[in-house]
């Protein structure tokens, strides 16, 4: 029974699933010329479209030159944004620098602010 209990706890644990660090190592920007990777979460890839236009918008007004690149990103099977980085309201962007998550945030302009 002990042996079936640690068999469960490991396969729902996700022994595949990523850790934070994996994360943020796989998400901070690789060239020091750059600070940082902007990385937007949403539910799923259906919300990409609800949200773009003003995504866009923002980012026009935005100091983008030191941001290396932007992307969306979504729970799967291997990687649960949502548990590893505590994630309770889509969209959520998450600005990695050199160091780390720098802003987690659901404001877009929150994310402007911090870059200007």
């Keep these: 029974m002990k042996l079936l209990l640690i068999l469960l706890v490991l396969v729902f ?60 990103v979504w729970d799967d099977q291997n990687k649960s944004y949502t548990n590893v980085f505590d994630i309770d309201v889509y969209p959520t962007f998450l600005l990695f620098g050199h160091e780390g998550v720098v802003l987690k945030t659901s404001d877009l302009t929150e994310v402007r602010r911090y870059l200007n």
């Design 13 to 72: 644990s996700g022994c595949d699933h990523y850790d934070e660090e994996k994360l943020v190592q796989e998400h901070q920007p690789s060239t020091p010329m750059f600070d940082y990777n902007l990385t937007i979460v949403v539910s799923d890839e259906h919300q990409i479209s609800k949200i773009n236009n003003s995504v866009v918008s923002e980012f026009e007004q935005m100091d983008l030159k030191r941001v290396m690149t932007t992307s969306y």
